[in-house]
């Protein structure tokens, strides 16, 4: 069963304005913690934005905040004031489990979505 | 700061031939990871390390060996590549705790011909 959902595989965006990215996730562990990556056009990986189970509050660095539905189980990513830099792969990402088991410490990716910004 | 390394950047193999993927890292993570990214999948894990002397199966594991050499090292091996082998693949780290995000390596582009 797929444990992180991207459902939009190509976003649009114009440049200066806010975008949202969407990814939900399924997991029965009261403990986990979820990741944004950006992979630009090079191909390294980028660590953007955590959020863990716990946190009360969302999660935000610089213009990238990420909206956390803990009931809904979705963890999306928004961008502000789009920049032309901004176009590339995203990737959602869930580390469950807890100090001490043997999952602990594993990473699942969503299938990514390519977000475009135009001028 | 080297942080996670990759070698080699790129490969070409031919079906049925053999290759190690090297990865190494100088954080001192406990955690290592081999991931393959293909078009459309997202990266999927092949195997994992959560320490020294352990690894275990992730979603894609067959076809690939790995080998945690020590706290540093974690190899990937394909005995006899197949064509759907072909793929861009990544090695990361992470250090203990719910809330470290993964180091990755540069990735090795391999194609199976």
């Known amino acids: 069963a797929q444990k992180i959902t991207q459902t939009q595989p190509g976003m649009f965006v114009q440049e200066k304005e806010a975008v949202t990215l969407d990814c939900t996730y399924d997991?029965?562990?009261?403990?986990?913690?979820l990741f944004w990556y950006k992979q630009p056009s090079s191909g390294e990986m980028i660590f953007l934005i955590y959020?863990?189970?716990?946190?009360?509050q969302n999660a935000t660095e610089g213009r990238y905040s990420l909206n956390f539905q803990k009931a809904r189980k979705s963890a999306n990513l928004v961008i502000s004031a789009s920049q032309l830099g901004d176009s590339a792969m995203y990737f959602c990402?869930?580390?469950?489990?807890?100090?001490?088991?043997?999952?602990?410490?594993?990473?699942?990716f969503g299938q990514g979505t390519i977000l475009t910004v135009h001028p | 700061n080297a942080g996670v390394t990759q070698t080699p950047k790129f490969q070409v193999l031919k079906t049925g031939q053999s290759m190690t993927l090297q990865c190494a890292q100088d954080m001192n993570h406990n955690s290592m990871y081999w991931y393959r990214q293909d078009p459309g999948m997202g990266l999927r894990l092949i195997y994992y390390?959560?320490?020294?002397?352990?690894?275990d199966k992730g979603e894609v594991p067959n076809g690939y060996n790995v080998s945690r050499l020590n706290k540093r090292e974690f190899s990937l091996r394909l005995e006899s590549a197949a064509p759907s082998q072909t793929s861009v693949y990544f090695c990361?780290?992470?250090?203990?705790?719910?809330?470290?995000?993964?180091?990755f390596g540069q990735g090795t582009r391999l194609t199976v011909v």
């Open positions: 390390s959560a320490s020294e002397g352990t690894t």
């Open positions: 997991t029965s562990d009261p403990s986990y913690g």
């Open positions: 990402a869930m580390r469950e489990g807890r100090a001490g088991g043997t999952s602990y410490g594993k990473l699942t």
């Open positions: 959020q863990g189970s716990y946190d009360q």
């Open positions: 990361a780290s992470t250090a203990p705790g719910r809330n470290t995000e993964a180091f």
